[in-house]
């Protein structure tokens, strides 16, 4: 149950009975007490004081973690670590209706392959839109690893609006990660196939035929979408394209992509060969794979690119003619390609070796002006020497993977997966400054803005793969771990394990809590996929049933506690849309809207125009009703869907009446009068306070005025019913005009409350 019910019965109440206090006769516990009870040390109360943040509090970062194979998104707090929401991208998820509404149906249907619904998603890797470098908090990335795609999510709204699908690979891995300015997103391929669709090529032409590259999606940030026709791929050997980074500052406008299997081995375990990770870790060396995309991008304007299912590709041939293309050998088997801060290194994790190295752009670039080049692939392209490209390697520890970065100049973390350690060293030295054991496992870690020109330091998290024996059992499939780490001080700190019970997450971003402005609500009428307004916008009034041949078309709204219209006749085939607009202006007042057993949903926020669609194609009597508890009214705020057979003649009849008396009636008025008053010293409170000054107070002041110019009808209604003595019209009239006092009283004492806790102060 919500409070604001219990807020506006006990100001009713307390207007004329007073309130009891109870009081209690235990002692209060103390510190040493709940240690001892709970079994806590010192450094227990320590961490805990280091993430536990108090009710009412808010976190001063906000985690985005890859959902991973639920295809979402998790968002939460740190360093209270507690989950805020998921974000559906890839997967329908009913709370939010995408995939239940014909909106988001549309961004899923973006995603659609070979003419296929695809619904679910591997996600692996956010990347929060930059700005110079520096996270600015507008927009989402997420790629999905099992169908090559990539979404953007619009953090205005936390919404998926676009789904784009990698035209021209059957897998992807190494994306999302933007470009300094997020011109671009980058996405690269991972397991190496023909890239025209749907041709077949035998295995036996994995060399010649198979191929892979790195796709570099023009973003418009104006319009917050990708531009396909603006996106080009630079086209790469059937080596398997891993984790991939942009470069910033000196190194901006390269992108740098790890490989492994450069072997190009095929396994076959089915007919007696070894298999693939035999004969794909059977050398010392992969490939580090450079591409200078901003002279990529120029090609592709000089029209140097060839289209391959419509889309703009470099060839291998034109990228080493172009010299924009270069092979760098690295320890084999890497993992995470990962940019410095600033721009100068790039440090490379070999799964199976027990070094990072760390490449000097700089050095790299001197290579490659001198042409001193050690050799060049079996297609041509030159491979520049390790020795000579390298500044330093650092011996960590068993299966590094990952790094990222602190504020404090050339202090980096990395992963240890095979010894599940955090390892804390010093990239321009080469030498390892801490370590840190972890529960299980680790795979990715990220630190706060870690992966920009300008990290946080202060919290640096383990994701944790296969959390045995670590959080109460819940079955064979377990849970995730996400563990907090205190990165402030010279020793790293674990401070708390949190599962995450929704796929495995692989990449997380951390960004300060200030960059992000979501908006509490839209202009009314706007359709949220697209960000224009919605055909259906319907404003007060103007709700209606248009019908052309069977095409139904139902213009709602929704506001507390009704839906208009409350029944909704139609003929079995119909074809049915019903456009849902909210009308509230008070943050938060979502409804919700779903019609029994037509499998839709939709949330609608306040001012959100959102359509659900189906073909009535079954006779019978439907309710339909508000799926959020929105107000002490929610249960009633209800309607039928009747679908009546082919050519049906009503028969007549009038509807059940209640005989309300005068008595009735006169109980009605008298609670209206009550709620009146409570009213009037709310509002008295409101307007002697500085309240125009809260934009927040100023919508839910609209809303309460909207509830309240709406009892001047219904009271007209119910006095003329009583002049007539008609006691069932003119009580229920006032019932109503009391049901839009309850509405404006619960918004006026949660403005009330609000500007309390905000500070208003009293106006002269
Ligand atoms: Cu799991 Cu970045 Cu896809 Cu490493 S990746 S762990
Ligand atoms: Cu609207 Cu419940």
Known sequence: MKTKLKQVTGAVLAAGLGLAVTSSAFAAESLQDVMKRRNLSQQDLLAAAKTYTPSGKRDEFIAF??????GQIIVYGVPSMRILKYLAVFTPEPWQGYGFDEESKAVLAQGRIDGKDITWGDTHHPAISETEGQYDGQFLFINDKANPRLAVVDLRDFETKQIVVNPIYKSEHGGAFVTPNADYVIEAAQYPAPLANQKFVPLEEFNESYRGGVTYWKFDRQEGRIKPEESFSVELPPY???????????????????????????????????????????KDTDYMQMINWKKAAELVKAGKATQVNGHNLITIDTAVKEGILFLIPEPKSPHGVDVTPD???????????????????EKIMGLIKAGKYESKDPYGIPVLSMKDSLHTQVELGLGPLHTQYDSKKCVAYTSLYVDSQVAKWDFCE?????????????????????????????????????SIDRFNPVGPLHPQNHQLIDISNDKMQLLYDMPL?????????????????????????TNSRTDSVHEGKTRAGQERIERDGNQVKVYATLIRSHITPETIEVEKGDEVTIYLTNLERAQDETHGFTVSTFNTHASIEPGKTVSVKFTADKEGVYPYYCTEFCSALHLEMQGYLLVKPKGYVAKGGSLAASDYTEDDYKKTLKKVADTQAVIDSVVGYIVGVNYKDFPDVVAMMDDAVDQLNRTKEAKAKSDAAAAKQDWEQANLWAEQVWQYQVKAADLGLRAKTYLEQNGAKPIK
Request: with cysteine.
């Open 430 to 466: 080469g030498k390892v400054l801490d370590k840190l054991s972890v529960h299980y496992n680790i795979g990715h870690l990220f630190s706060m803005e870690g992966d920009s020109v300008n990290p946080q330091g202060k919290y640096l998290i383990a994701l944790n793969k296969l």
């Open 501 to 525: 019970p929704l796929g495995e997450p692989h990449y997380a971003v951390g960004i300060s809590a200030d960059k992000l402005k979501p908006a509490v609500r839209y202009k009314v009428g």
């Open 240 to 282: 398997s394209q891993d984790l991939s980074d942009a470069g910033k500052g000196p190194s901006d406008g390269w992108s740098f992509t790890n490989s492994f299997c450069s072997e190009r081995y095929v396994g076959g375990i089915e007919k007696g060969r070894p298999p693939y990770e035999a004969g794909c870790s059977a």
């Open 65 to 70: 973690s890859s959902g991973g194979q639920s």
């Open 343 to 361: 721009g100068k290194f790039m440090i490379v994790s070999g799964k199976l070796d027990t070094h990072v190295s760390v490449y000097s752009f």
